[in-house]
Nanobody, 123 residues
Framework: QVQFVESGGGLVQTGGSLRLSCAAS????????MGWYRQAPGKDRELIAW????????SYTDSVKGRFTISRDNAKNTMYLEMKTVKPEDAAVYYC????????????????WGPGTQVTVSS
């Protein structure tokens, strides 16, 4: 089973940038889809961006579209989330995960999660 460790979170000012990383312990080559999620206090975990194996297909939730960019390096078993023009509402714990099909990227279908990385936004 592939395990993930997220890193790169921290304190960022409103309008600033941050780059999150997700390192996979095993090969992600067979994981056709990878995604970034976030969970704010009192809210459900949500899928905010996903990418297919070749990064030719990407999708973003409306709240981050145009500001966040997902990418992956299959050779390094690593995925990234570039965050720009960060807003206070982006404050959350960010997680990554992977699945062999897009429907299985839904948070409810995933049982194993990494520790996440906290993003705090100051105004």
């Amino acid at each position: 089973q592939v395990q993930f460790v997220e890193s790169g979170g921290g304190l960022v000012q409103t309008g600033g940038s941050l780059r999150l990383s997700c390192a996979a312990s095993g090969s992600i080559f067979r994981m056709a889809f990878m995604g970034w999620y976030r969970q704010a206090p009192g809210k459900d975990r949500e899928l905010i961006a996903w990418s297919n194996i070749g990064s030719r297909l990407t999708s973003y939730t409306d709240s981050v579209k145009g500001r966040f960019t997902i990418s992956r390096d299959n050779a390094k078993n690593t995925m990234y989330l570039e965050m720009k023009t960060v807003k206070p509402e982006d404050a959350a714990v960010y997680y990554c995960n992977a699945a062999p099909s897009l429907p299985l990227l839904s948070p409810g279908h995933l049982s194993s999660w990494g520790p996440g990385t906290q993003v705090t936004v100051s105004s």
